[in-house]
């Protein structure tokens, strides 16, 4: 039995997670902002799974995430009675196992489980960290690789499945992720959250360390090195700036500040406690029960900023916060974005949560904002505005440029912005422009010189749907591109990792192809067989609209 009801989207995870694996798939991943219930989710598919007679594990990223992950499956399904290991604790029997990847880098702590049964599914939180040598391990130990099983546990099933979820699916090395899972099955971004009340709205402010140059900071695979960025900061003078800064922007909000070092998050903490702003510090050392007391301060209102080094990025989940102080300057989205959802849950009162990042006079890089919080980035966002009325400005601005014309052809010069699109742009026999998604087409319908409609329609036919009226081709195009990759970005997405060169069709491809006599005698990769495949299909549901 689950307690709490699925959301419509929620619905649709599931529902793309199955289907997957219907298609064959063993390792799959759904991507949803910080908020927007992954472990909801994972707990409704593990009543399931249960249900059935599956036993299912779910390995958590460190070992203070155990005791939260069992709180919150209790929570969704109180049915459900999870063993944990870790530590001393040892419940391999259980149907439902909790265990951290720090306790089962250790090999005997795997074989104790394999030699109690076979487990059929594992979900893996925070799955952004899974091409790490150790979370490869588990899974290969478990039989998630379709490789054979290991000779001293013939039980270990050969297709164990494995579900990753994550708020990105972007790591800060060069390890491929692609390598681990087969597809993201599933994905939502920040903005789809704040424009239908999932999540608050978010407004930023920029807040210059005049003393803080960054030209000099060493950058290590795109990004500042920690160390270096951290001496700069702490010399700069930066503390007193944002301790400044939040006494102005935030002195009624609780936050969160994300500092490059251990040693700046306890230079700064100092800041604010002496602007009279009650500051304590999370680290990694921090112990357990200090922890705990910590976040009892700070549920109960008695500390007002919560002062770490990247410790708060994952696995923290106290929704009044509602401000996130970005003195940890980066150029990678993901990472923004993972410190940024921290303060986006909904709380009574939070009209918007507000991000103060904290930058210096000079950038060797382009810094991310909140502009990257999007799937389908806002170009930007003013002085004073949300991110939600960013995107509805610029729509609105854009729709306000549309010209009814009369019935014509894309001209020639446009074509090359289909092929240069992050998204995958096909053609119909007859002509027309469309993105393939896994239920449904998105297409252009031209209506006069470099104008179109944007509509949708199943893949199995149907009506089609109008979703905007006549407007300039790119903006029809941009709005085709955000409705597919909100719907089902990995499908529509040209940098989807299964369309990788290197991967070859599925049999379920290859039986298709048959069926609709595509010929396959070039050896098409995954990617290629299923446009060719998306192109028949498209053909016969929209040409015939055609006059």
């Not at 798939?25 to 989710?41: D, F, S």
């Not at 399904?77 to 040892?90: F, H, L, N, S, T």
């Not at 702590?109 to 109690?116: E, G, P």
């Not at 010209?403 to 010069?413: P, Y």
């Amino acid at each position: 039995m689950t307690t709490l009801k699925t959301r419509p989207y929620q619905d649709e995870a599931i529902k793309a997670i199955r289907e997957g694996w219907e298609r064959g798939l063993q390792r799959v991943a759904v991507v949803l902002p910080t908020g927007m219930g992954k472990t909801i989710i994972f707990s409704h598919l593990i009543a399931e799974e249960v249900a059935a007679g599956q036993k299912v594990m779910i390995l958590v990223h460190r070992n203070e995430l155990v005791d939260q992950a069992i709180d919150k499956l209790k929570m969704v399904a109180p049915d459900v009675k999870p063993g944990v290991v870790k530590a001393e604790r040892d419940e391999v029997d259980a149907q439902v196992i909790i265990a951290s990847v720090q306790t089962l880098a250790r090999g005997y702590r795997r074989d104790r489980i394999l030699a109690a049964g076979p487990v059929h599914l594992v979900i893996i939180d925070e799955a952004h960290h899974a091409a790490a040598d150790t979370y490869v391990a588990v899974l290969t130990d478990f039989g998630c690789f379709h490789n054979d099983p290991p000779a001293a546990w013939p039980s270990v099933p050969s297709t164990t499945r494995a579900i990753g979820f994550t708020a990105t699916m972007k790591r800060g090395d060069t390890r491929g992720l692609g390598d681990i899972w087969q597809e993201i099955v599933y994905t939502k971004d920040i903005l789809f959250g704040i424009q239908r009340d999932y999540l608050a709205d978010v407004k930023g402010r920029r807040i210059t360390v005049d003393g803080l140059d960054l030209r000099e900071v060493a950058i290590t695979r795109g990004d500042y090195r920690e160390g270096q960025l951290g001496d700069a900061m702490v010399s700069s003078g930066a503390g007193e700036v944002i301790a400044a800064a939040y006494k102005e922007h935030a002195s009624d909000r609780q936050g969160i500040l994300f500092t490059p070092t251990v040693h700046a998050a306890y230079e700064w903490a100092t800041d604010l406690n002496n602007a009279g702003i009650p500051t304590e510090v999370i680290e990694g050392e921090t112990p357990t029960e200090d922890r705990k007391l910590i976040y009892k301060r700070y549920a109960e209102g008695e500390v007002q900023v919560l002062s770490n080094c990247m410790v708060l990025t994952e696995g923290f989940d106290m929704p009044q916060a509602s401000c996130a102080v970005i003195a940890r300057p980066t150029s990678l989205p993901a990472l923004y974005t993972q410190m940024v959802g921290r303060v986006l849950r909904p709380w009574p009162g939070k009209r918007y949560a507000l991000v103060l990042d904290v930058v210096g006079v000079a950038s060797r890089v382009e810094l991310a904002t909140l502009t990257d919080l999007s799937l389908t980035k806002v170009d930007e966002v003013k002085e004073g505005e949300t991110l939600g009325q960013a995107a509805d400005r610029e729509r609105e601005e854009k729709a306000g440029a549309i010209r009814v014309g009369k019935v014509g052809d894309v001209k020639g010069e446009y074509v090359d912005l289909f092929h240069t699109s992050r998204s995958v742009w096909l053609k119909t026999n007859g002509g027309l422009w469309f993105i393939p998604t896994r239920e449904e087409l998105f297409f252009l319908w031209p209506t006069g010189v470099n104008e179109a409609k944007v509509g949708s329609i199943p893949n199995n036919g149907g009506r089609p749907q109008l979703l905007m009226d006549s407007g300039n081709i790119e903006y029809a195009m941009a709005w085709a591109e955000q409705e597919a990759a909100e719907t089902d970005v990995s499908i529509a997405s040209k940098s989807s990792s299964w369309r990788q060169a290197s991967r070859t069709p599925s049999e379920a491809q290859l039986n298709l192809a048959r069926v609709f006599k595509i010929d396959v005698s070039d050896n098409p990769s995954r990617g290629e067989l299923s446009d060719r495949i998306s192109i028949v299909k498209a053909s016969r549901v929209l040409d015939r609209f055609l006059s």
